[in-house]
């Protein structure tokens, strides 16, 4: 099995990076050229490549994972190339077409529809993995909320490419959802420049920086569930985007830059406005952010005009811009 992952991993990585028009100099990482389209194929690689190494997964072994989207597609695609049985468990969150992709990808799907008490599904989503593995001996459970194989494959990967890449870098917004890319891109990146501003940027309703739990209508971006992965984390600020900000982040981005991103791509860019109107910015600071998905897959919801205006007579009153600033979590400590 390791000699098919390994060649699937030279289809991972070394993503193109565009520079974009703005009050800065703006690059953006294309993430969206990893294998499967997304930059959670570099995590769900590692954990599968780490668990076969350590004989934890075996031909016959039944991989599960609570995902609503990304993920369980990168995952899928790996599993296909080694052979394996792969149960996704996803919830309404996802976009139709992932949804669709997933069901032509595996053999079963396991959609839950009952929300958990933080009005997210991802607390459901993770009782049904156990479930799962109970009922399946020989499984494996991916567990990207606590696998540090998870972060460690940005540490490796993303974090490397961009220290290899730039000769100076001033912020890094990054959003925010099991906290893998930030965890690892922010230990990676401060190694070689120590004064960068990581800033995780979050959904409203997300509970991973304690915002109130409300429902979320987008995936990619906010979790029901803190991260365990984040204690290892060093970030410098949090920026929470409204769903309203986060839908014309995603707009905005294709029509003053040409980038067709998915939603936490929409919401990075919205932060990085809005950050920056509290914040000095001058012509020579170099920001980065990601492109993490193919915003195709986006099309029927935060770029549907019908789905955006039922959205957001759904949601609450907006919260506050920014919530908080540095240092928000210091290294070893629970949130
Ligand atoms: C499109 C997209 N962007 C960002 C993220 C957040 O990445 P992470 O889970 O590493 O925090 C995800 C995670 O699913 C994602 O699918």
Request: charged residues 20%; neutral net charge; hydrophobic residues 40%.
């Amino acid at each position: 099995m390791l000699e098919k992952l390994l060649k699937v991993q030279s289809l991972i990585g070394n993503t193109p990076l565009r520079t974009l028009n703005f009050d800065c100099k703006l690059s953006v990482k294309m993430e969206n050229a990893n294998y499967s389209g997304s930059i959670k194929d570099r995590a769900a690689f590692n954990i599968l490549y780490n668990a076969i190494k350590l004989n934890e997964i075996n031909q016959h072994t039944l991989i599960v994972e609570s995902s609503s989207g990304n993920f369980a597609i990168a995952l899928a695609m790996i599993c296909k190339q080694l052979g394996l049985k792969f149960i996704p468990v996803i919830d309404p969150n996802i976009n139709a077409d992932s949804e669709k992709i997933l069901r032509m990808l595996v053999e079963e799907v396991v959609k839950v529809d009952k929300p958990d008490i933080t009005n997210g599904y991802l607390l459901t989503r993770i009782e049904k993995v156990k479930e799962l593995c109970q009922q399946y001996p020989n499984s494996y459970w991916t567990n990207q909320y606590g696998n540090p194989y998870n972060y460690l494959a940005y540490y490796h990967s993303l974090g490397k490419e961009i220290c290899n890449h730039f000769e100076r870098l001033d912020y890094i917004f990054i959003a925010v959802s099991s906290c893998g890319t930030i965890t690892g891109v922010s230990k990676r990146v401060k190694e070689k420049f120590p004064d960068v501003k990581i800033i995780a940027v979050d959904v409203e309703g997300s509970v991973l920086f304690s915002d109130v739990p409300r429902k979320r209508f987008v995936s990619g971006i906010g979790a029901s569930k803190k991260s365990q992965l984040v204690e290892e984390a060093s970030i410098d600020g949090v920026v929470h985007v409204t769903h309203k900000e986060l839908i014309k982040g995603c707009r905005t981005l294709l029509s003053e830059q040409g980038v067709l991103g998915g939603a936490s791509s929409g919401a990075v860019y919205a932060a990085i406005k809005k950050y920056f109107t509290h914040h000095p910015l001058s012509k020579d600071m170099q920001v980065l952010f990601f492109s993490t998905d193919k915003g195709d897959s986006y099309l029927s919801n935060v770029y549907n005009d019908a789905w955006v205006e039922r959205v957001l007579h759904q949601t609450e009153a907006p919260i506050p811009a920014i919530m908080l600033e540095v240092p928000v979590i210091p290294n070893g400590t629970s949130l």
